[in-house]
T-cell receptor
Framework: GAGVSQTPSNKVTEKGKYVELRCDPI?????LYWYRQSLGQGPEFLIY????????DSGLPNDRFFAVRPEGSVSTLKIQRTERGDSAVYLC?????????????FGEGSRLTVL | AQKVTQAQTEISVVEKEDVTLDCVYE???????LFWYKQPPSGELVFLIR??????QNEISGRYSWNFQKSTSSFNFTITASQVVDSAVYFC?????????????FGQGTELSVKP
């Protein structure tokens, strides 16, 4: 597709379960970002990939959160032992080049609800 | 520390009114970029504008205009003759030059409601 695609659009799970969220960036974009947005708040940075490697994971809140991008395209955000506080919209963005000149293109997000 | 503050949580105007959304930022860097994004109810953040710290010239794009003032660390956004379709949450964001990853730091957002 032309834009950033995220699946699922909605995910409801129970506390303690494992969740995977998928992001398919714009074709050719080398940089990929994950953000988390809680209700009424701005997006909060989680992790950034340049190619296959995580160049900056300083935003991951704890070791229950992990993300991969094995082939430098699609990325998966993985959350283990989910907690109610993990409920949020998880946004993915991609950029043609890294560095501060590139604008980010965002997907519509995956809304995670942990019961 | 880097920080973006959007003091206005919600603004409500009547169609055709002008409205200004405020953004104040903090950074230790001398080279940085500022952004505005629009988030309609669909949830997808839409890029509106990028300015670098060396260019303080104000910009106008149709009904949108931006006022960048380094002296007050502000990057305000004005919509002239607002329309119902402008209703959305607007985010201001900052990217510092030392941050090679290009991550954006967002403000809390301002929810704009334009009523007919």
């Amino acid at each position: 597709g032309a834009g950033v695609s995220q699946t699922p659009s909605n995910k409801v799970t129970e506390k303690g379960k494992y969740v995977e969220l998928r992001c398919d960036p714009i074709s050719g974009h080398t940089a990929l970002y994950w953000y988390r947005q809680s209700l009424g708040q701005g997006p909060e940075f989680l992790i950034y990939f340049q190619g296959t490697g995580a160049a900056d994971d300083s935003g991951l809140p704890n070791d229950r959160f992990f993300a991969v991008r094995p082939e430098g395209s699609v990325s998966t955000l993985k959350i283990q032992r989910t907690e109610r506080g993990d409920s949020a919209v998880y946004l993915c963005a991609s950029s043609e080049v890294s560095g501060y000149t590139g604008e980010l293109f965002f997907g519509e997000g995956s809304r995670l609800t942990v019961l | 520390a880097q920080k973006v503050t959007q003091a206005q949580t919600e603004i409500s105007v009547v169609e055709k009114e002008d409205v200004t959304l405020d953004c104040v930022y903090e950074t230790r860097d001398t080279t940085y970029y500022l952004f505005w994004y629009k988030q309609p109810p669909s949830g997808e953040l839409v890029f509106l504008i990028r300015r670098n710290s060396f260019d303080e010239q104000n910009e106008i794009s149709g009904r949108y205009s931006w006022n960048f003032q380094k002296s007050t660390s502000s990057f305000n956004f004005t919509i002239t003759a607002s329309q119902v379709v402008d209703s959305a949450v607007y985010f201001c964001a900052l990217r510092e030059s030392y941050n090679q990853g290009g991550k954006l730091i967002f403000g809390q957002g301002t929810e704009l409601s334009v009523k007919p």
